[in-house]
């Protein structure tokens, strides 16, 4: 399960990067992942949408047993 959350992870991580952020898993039961916004992610504005509308979606494009998706300091 880690090996394809870190497969979705890498999908998003260039658009991250293109903005000067990264993300990083933190952890994960069966249906949650924690990860941490890096970089410019931290003080995005946008962060909250970023993590719903592409770090969220592309993890259950890939798990589609995963709920929820957060993001811990």
């Known amino acids: 399960m880690k090996e394809q959350i870190e ?4 999908e998003i ?3 991250l990067q293109s903005d000067g952020g990264n993300i990083e898993l933190i952890s994960f039961t ?3 992942v ?4 890096l970089g410019n992610c931290i003080s995005c ?3 909250q ?3 719903k509308n592409g ?3 592309t993890i259950k494009k890939h798990l589609p047993q995963i709920e929820k998706v957060t993001s811990v300091e």
Do not use: H, S
């Not at 497969?7 to 890498?10: I, P, R, W, Y």
């Not at 924690?34 to 916004?37: F, M, N």
């Open 7 to 10: 497969k979705a992870l890498d």
């Open 13 to 15: 991580r260039p658009f």
């Open 30 to 32: 069966e249906t949650e």
């Open 34 to 37: 924690k990860v941490r916004l």
């Open 45 to 47: 504005t946008v962060n």
């Open 49 to 51: 949408m970023t993590l």
């Open 55 to 57: 770090v969220e979606m």
